[in-house]
């Protein structure tokens, strides 16, 4: 795995969880599929690609009223650690961050 030529991606998914009434980590979130809020746990994933598979590099799971970090704050947290690992993608998508390390990224 070349560490220079790849992708860095950010995602933010909603795993639903509608009938969960006192699961820990359940709570509301936007979920794009439903274009709505609903109940569920918020998976934040870092993913490396170098366009033919995607390769999970870190995760959370967002619990913002125990974590007390956003997700944007956990996102930055992730990237760092990339950063640290030795990651210096030729994009990363999402994030005011990636500027700051001298990357360029896109976003939708």
Not at 31 to 48: C, M, N, P, Y
Not at 60 to 80: A, I, S
Request: aromatic fraction near 12%; charge should be positive.
């Amino acid at each position: 795995m070349d560490l220079r030529k790849g992708l860095l991606i950010l995602d933010d998914t909603t795993l639903d969880k509608p009938y969960a009434w006192k699961m820990a980590l359940v709570t509301h979130h936007w979920s794009g599929k439903h274009q709505w809020v609903v109940k569920g746990i918020d998976l934040l994933t870092l993913l490396w690609t170098e366009g033919q598979s995607l390769i999970p590099c870190n995760f959370r799971v967002y619990d913002k009223p125990q974590g007390g970090k956003t997700k944007n704050e956990n996102f930055q947290d992730m990237l760092k650690k990339a950063k640290d690992r030795g990651f210096a993608p030729e994009y990363v998508l999402i994030l005011k961050l990636i500027a700051s390390f001298g990357w360029f990224f896109l976003t939708s």
